[in-house]
């Protein structure tokens, strides 16, 4: 039987290509590892039960929604706050007067979804809402960030599991949060960059930090005046 450490050196080859081939058959090696059966199971994806029940419409206008989203919603080329409200609003979305809704935005779907006057949804933002999501008036969602109310029995057969989001009056939301479902929002909270949020958040409250989302103390001075700037 070849050795394989005595064919490297018979061939004469330069010690970087000879490292790079020790590396390769290492890799090789676990992954054959990993491949082996470890007594962790595993979830036959192809039973899992489907989501068609989250639709809450037909096919064709799911279907429908999907190519109006793409030219018309999502199109950072149409840069028409206005058209891009109507167009949920015909999809069955309602939404209040003066609302700012920007490009390179996308909503799951349409009817499933309530917004409150003059809030501003920022470029980028995705509310993927297989279940409802309701956001006051006078809110900010700021770029980047992700609204779920979508999760897996990840335990049992990965059926799809939803959770409605309440977003209150007044909220800000900073760019690229994750917004999880079951999430309540209280009336002027603060939600500051990268969390990860799930569960409550008290009413006028800074709430933040991705790792591990805490209170930050109070949004306004007694006073009035705000404490994050």
């Known amino acids: 039987m070849r050795n394989d450490g005595d064919w490297l050196t018979k061939a004469r080859l330069h010690p970087l290509d000879v490292y790079w081939i020790t590396k390769a058959k290492q890799l090789n090696s676990h992954e054959d590892e990993m491949d082996a ?9 192809s039973a899992a039960p489907g989501e068609r029940s989250a639709w809450g419409r ?10 109006v989203e793409l030219l018309l919603v999502t199109n950072p080329w149409q840069i028409s706050s ?31 979804l309530e917004i409150g006057d003059r809030s501003w949804i920022g470029e980028g933002v995705w509310i993927h809402n297989q279940d409802r999501v309701v ?14 109310t979508g999760s897996h029995a990840h335990r049992r057969d990965m059926a799809l599991l939803t959770r409605p989001v309440h977003i209150g009056d007044g909220v800000w939301i900073t760019s690229r949060c994750v917004i999880l479902g079951g999430a309540s929002i209280g009336r002027s909270a603060l939600v500051t960059p990268g969390t990860v949020l799930s569960g409550v958040v008290p ?7 991705p790792t591990s989302p805490r209170d930050l103390g109070p949004r306004f001075r007694s006073e009035g005046a705000p404490v994050y700037e």
């Open 37 to 45: 059966p470890s007594g962790v199971p595993v979830i036959d994806l």
């Open 58 to 67: 037909s096919r064709s206008t799911v279907y429908l929604w999907s190519i």
């Open 82 to 112: 206005g058209l891009r409200v109507s167009v949920l609003r015909l999809f069955g979305a309602k939404i209040g007067a003066g609302v700012i809704y920007r490009p390179r935005t996308r909503v799951k779907f349409p009817w499933k």
């Open 135 to 148: 956001i006051g008036h006078d809110v900010v969602v700021s770029q980047e960030s992700f609204i779920t």
């Open 203 to 209: 009413e006028g409250r800074i709430w933040g930090a």
